[in-house]
């Protein structure tokens, strides 16, 4: 049985979001919020496979995250099946198949939610990288002798580097897939009962076509009728889509009945968002026993936001610093010059004239050091 039937449910997890749920940010959520998964950002297979720098550095991830997902995205099944094996050997908890990536640079490409087009394509990936984990646990990886040399370095690099569990005796990780509704008209029923028929172990909708992008609202209705189809099956059900709050995700669990959410854009800055998770699993069954969390103060999302800075910097990934400041921007709200004081952090240009930012606009000492 994977680690996905032994979370407590309704699961709430941090949804992955290309450009924001990097190793720092997945960190910080790890330690201050603690959803029951999260996920990396979307990585492509073939430059994870060529040994790209950039690919390499998505799939940086500490224990505190755990559970953690790798997401992989591309068209090709035997790039999948070997970017499968990678995921397996960096010691990640899953693999989760990119099937919602509305971009058009993707998805024309027949990846991410393009891959809604093409069902028999869509049911070869699922199936790769199924083979992909299986042969892993077996023993009969291609890796590391089938690997481009470059691929081959970082992997000997990232093992010396790894979190412990990436040293584990191997065991087959669970597949899932998250996708959309449809591509331009939501085909949720026939698409899921296509999905469905490959056993992924996890499967999440955003309740959103292709066409929509992020527009208009998440139709919950839809994703209603998904949970249905997946009852009938060992698979779980996570809906996606516009959850703002833990309040909001307790409703809609109630009305969906799905086994779970994910919560991407709430979670940006709030970090805490995921701190309610058990009074909202005591909601969601009816009982009443955990009180709703307290809320976060000023002082301690300036803490967490230096933290956060500090953590980045030790990272040093490569990323530069401005990529930091829109994070910095998030952590500032609900407090009295709140407006200044991310205008000022706009400006920044390392750890110690945040710190400074803050000194000004903080209603108490900031911390100087971790
Ligand atoms: C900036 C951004 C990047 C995203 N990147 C990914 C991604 O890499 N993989 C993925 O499956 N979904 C991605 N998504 C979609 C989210 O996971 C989620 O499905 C969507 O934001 C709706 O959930 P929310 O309303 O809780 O944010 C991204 C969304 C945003 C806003």
């Known amino acids: 049985m994977s680690f996905w039937h032994t979370l407590p449910q309704p699961i709430f997890g941090l949804a ?201 609202q998440a139709d919950w209705q839809a994703i209603g009728r998904a949970a249905t189809l997946g009852r009938e099956t060992t698979t779980l059900i996570l809906g996606n889509g516009d959850i703002q709050t833990m309040p909001e995700a307790v409703e809609r669990v109630r009305a969906t009945q799905v086994h779970g959410v994910l919560i991407g854009r709430s979670a940006m800055g709030n970090p805490w968002l995921f701190l309610a998770k058990e009074w909202a699993r005591s909601q969601c069954a009816l009982a009443t026993e955990a009180g709703p969390p307290p809320a976060v103060s000023a002082y301690e999302r300036f803490c967490v936001a230096l933290e956060h800075v500090r953590y980045f910097e030790a990272l040093n990934d490569g990323r530069p610093f401005v990529t930091l400041r829109k994070y910095l921007g998030w952590y500032c709200r609900g407090f009295p010059g709140a407006t200044e004081a991310r205008a000022a952090l706009f400006k920044t240009t390392n750890a110690a004239e945040v710190a400074e930012v803050f000194a000004t606009y903080g209603p108490e000492q900031i911390p100087q050091s971790n």
């Not at 297979?45 to 995250?65: F, K, M, N, P, T």
């Not at 509305?102 to 027949?110: H, L, V, W, Y």
């Not at 580097?161 to 669970?174: D, F, T």
């Not at 996708?179 to 469905?196: K, N, P």
């Open 16 to 216: 992955p979001m290309d450009g924001v749920t990097d190793a720092a940010f997945r960190c910080m959520v790890a330690r201050h919020g603690k959803p029951d998964v999260q996920y990396t950002e979307f990585v492509n297979v073939d430059e994870l496979c060529r040994g790209i720098s950039a690919s390499w550095g998505q799939v940086r991830y500490v224990e505190a995250e755990r559970p953690v997902l790798a997401q992989i995205y591309g068209a090709n099944p035997e790039t999948f099946y070997q970017a499968t094996q990678i995921i397996c050997a960096l010691g990640f908890d899953g693999v989760d198949i990119n099937m919602g990536c509305p971009a058009k640079s993707i998805a024309a490409r027949g990846c991410g939610a393009g891959l809604i087009k093409n069902p028999p394509q869509a049911r070869a990936i699922i199936r790769a990288v199924q083979d992909g984990v299986r042969d892993w646990a077996a023993g009969q990886a291609l890796m590391p002798d089938g690997l481009h040399p470059h691929a081959r370095r970082r992997l000997e690099q990232a093992l010396q580097e790894a979190p412990s569990g990436a040293q584990c005796p191997r065991s087959a990780i669970p597949v899932s897939v998250k996708t959309r509704l449809g591509y331009d008209t939501v085909v949720i029923e026939d698409w899921l009962t296509c999905l469905l028929d490959e056993h992924p172990e996890v499967i999440t909708v955003h309740g959103r076509t292709l066409k929509q992008m992020y527009r208009d």
